[in-house]
């Protein structure tokens, strides 16, 4: 069973949007700085945050009491502490010249044997004391007592100085210790991870909007494109889907004047007008963008076809003012050649060319193949290129050159020379290949 996917809430889709704004905001300014000053401000926002960690709101301390546990040393030199039977031993004390000298018996512990002995002796004399000749008891015993009390004394104070360092030891195992908590190492880090994820942004987001920029010029260079190809389609598909005005229009004046004159001769313009205009205009199937449309090419042949009765019709009109030769062996007719490109030239040499010369003169289209390309050339003997007063504006001529571009690129060119002894040579050289060819490659 699928489960429906839960609805979006209307308060959240505001925030995502503005975050994503944010977002391709934050990243478009990292693609405008450079480098080095994205690494200047890395450092200078680190350096800041590490200062302001430091403050009070960031930072603060606690002050608590610790008690401290401290091993005494032990002296080395230290003697060791007596035995446990050291107190029951008798002692011997001495009062000669030199003083009263006391002086330990002689180590060793009696064995079970002679252990009740031993006892009997250390309780009826604990201590012998020897009295050389001439001093008395008195003397002595006062001597004792004021030892005796001297050495209390000494006791005593030995003891209070033991109980007050006893005191401060332990005064000095309790003492303060302040803690510090910071917030600096984890914002530290933070900040670190938000430089490197701005660094890897800049990386990725750069590539994503110079790929952006190269799809939107190819694609803006392609519609372009497109546009000026439709231009010339439509110009080349007017001038193809109609027969020039005042071409039509004098030609059926002349069979009009040839019928009361010259029938014969009206009949053969009647057939080469109508051969001119089957030619010309484009049938249904072409226009639907078979057999070869102004988009297109097609074949030499049909061109040729064009041509030769428009040749006709003005060498009826002319007469002898005009004489034409078309030299196009028969091997090339099925060469692949642009549509309207041929009559367009044609078509320039008589007007702009024979016509302004009262004598007229000679034109002649020829085709031949140089060097792997198909050379078109039409040359005639008139007034010469742009010096007759019917000049036109050099449209046809921009739109010749427009679609081969468009066709072959590079590899197609129209050439304009002048001819020696007067006159002009228009060549078009297009790649060499033949229609069938070409269709069986598409």
């Avoid at 392609?222 to 546009?227: K, P, Q, Y």
């Amino acid at each position: 069973m699928n489960t429906p996917p839960l609805p979006s809430t209307p308060r959240a889709r505001p925030v995502a949007d503005a975050s994503l704004r944010a977002f391709h905001a934050y990243a478009a300014w990292l693609v405008s700085i450079s480098w080095w000053r994205f690494w200047l401000l890395a450092i200078l926002g680190f350096a800041a945050i590490g200062i302001l960690t430091e403050l009070p709101p960031f930072t603060w301390e606690f002050r608590h009491q610790v008690e401290e546990t401290t091993t005494p040393r032990v002296r080395q030199d230290a003697p060791p502490p007596p035995a446990s039977g050291a107190a029951q031993r008798g002692v011997t004390i001495t009062i000669g010249d030199d003083g009263v000298r006391i002086a330990a018996p002689p180590r060793g512990t009696p064995d079970a044997a002679s252990a009740p002995e031993a006892a009997g002796s250390a309780a009826s004399t604990a201590i012998t004391v020897t009295l050389p000749p001439g001093v008395s008891e008195g003397a002595v015993r006062e001597a004792l007592d004021e030892a005796r009390r001297d050495i209390e004394a000494a006791i005593r104070d030995a003891a209070e100085a033991a109980r007050e360092a006893e005191a401060d030891s332990e005064a000095s195992r309790m003492r303060e210790r302040v803690t510090r908590y910071s917030i600096a190492d984890g914002v530290r880090q933070l900040v670190i991870v938000f430089i490197i994820a701005s660094a890897i942004l800049k990386l990725a987001y750069k590539g994503r909007i110079q790929a952006e920029a190269k799809a939107a010029a190819a694609t803006e260079t392609a519609e372009a494109e497109a546009l000026r190809r439709q231009l010339a389609e439509a110009r080349m598909a007017a001038m193809q889907a109609q027969v020039e005005p005042h071409f039509l229009f004098n030609t059926l004046a002349s069979i009009d004047h040839l019928i009361e004159v010259d029938p014969p001769r009206a009949s053969r313009m009647q057939k080469n007008l109508i051969a001119l205009l089957r030619a010309s205009m484009p049938t249904l199937r072409e226009a639907g963008g078979q057999g070869g449309g102004p988009g297109g090419v097609r074949d030499l042949g049909r061109e040729i076809a064009v041509i030769r009765p428009y040749l006709e019709i003005l060498k009826m009109r002319m007469e002898e003012r005009l004489q034409t030769e078309i030299a196009v062996p028969d091997g090339l007719l099925s060469a692949e050649f642009p549509p309207l490109m041929l009559q367009t030239l044609v078509e320039n040499a008589i007007r702009h060319g024979l016509e302004p010369k009262p004598e007229g003169g000679r034109l002649e289209v020829r085709a031949e193949v140089v060097h792997g390309r198909l050379a078109v050339t039409v040359a005639d003997s008139g007034v010469g290129f742009g010096r007759a007063a019917t000049a036109g504006s050099g449209v046809g001529l921009a739109n010749v050159r427009e679609r081969l571009a468009m066709l072959y690129g590079g590899q197609a060119a129209l050439a304009i020379t002048e001819t020696r002894g007067g006159g002009t040579t228009a060549t078009i050289t297009v790649p060499y290949r033949s229609v069938e060819g070409a269709a069986a490659a598409a």
